[in-house]
């Protein structure tokens, strides 16, 4: 097949000699072949079928939610996570960076934290804080409706898409 008697010349050396090193070397690829590992070599083999394997999935979490039901849900939280980063970035700017990472969880509304701490926290009266949480909450909003208007092609669809956010979120 690969034409190896037309390398032969006799002033290389004895054509006996190149026969069994034709030999030695098959013989060697032969080998090789037969003992060579194939995909995982050693490793345990896992069946496919193995009903354990089922059972494991069986005990999982369901989730029924569609796939364009998670798409819609992490939209509206990117939006959100958007708005905070451009509420933090500002606040920031203005030498506020200790005061977003105080008031950012009254923001969402789930929050251990009491607004008397919050207030200890930052050296004011607790009322000052609410009307303080108060302005975040609307600068937030005002980021947010402009963070809507980027993916909507006319400002009359803002609000449309602002009850379709908070639905797909609750």
Sequence with gaps: EKEYLKSVERDRG??????????H???????????????????????????DAELS?????????TPDKIFEQRWALTLIDQALHRLQTEMVAAGQGE????????LCGDTGLSYSEAA???????????????????RFSAIFREEIA??????????????????VLS
Aim: glycine fraction near 4%; charge should be neutral; aromatic fraction near 8%.
């Design 25 to 51: 070397r098959f013989l060697a690829d032969e080998w090789d072949r037969a003992n060579c590992q194939k995909r995982g070599g050693d490793r345990p083999m896992v069946s496919l079928d193995d009903r």
């Design 150 to 167: 980027l993916t909507v092609t006319h400002p009359d669809q803002i609000e449309d898409e602002m009850r379709h956010l908070a639905l």
């Design 99 to 106: 005061r977003f990472s105080e008031l950012s969880h009254f």
């Design 120 to 138: 200890g926290r930052l050296q004011m009266s607790e009322s000052t804080l609410h009307v303080t949480v108060h302005r975040v909450r609307v």
């Design 57 to 65: 999935y069986l005990s999982e979490p369901v989730d029924n939610r």
């Design 14 to 23: 004895r054509f006996r000699s190149f026969l069994l090193t034709l030999l």
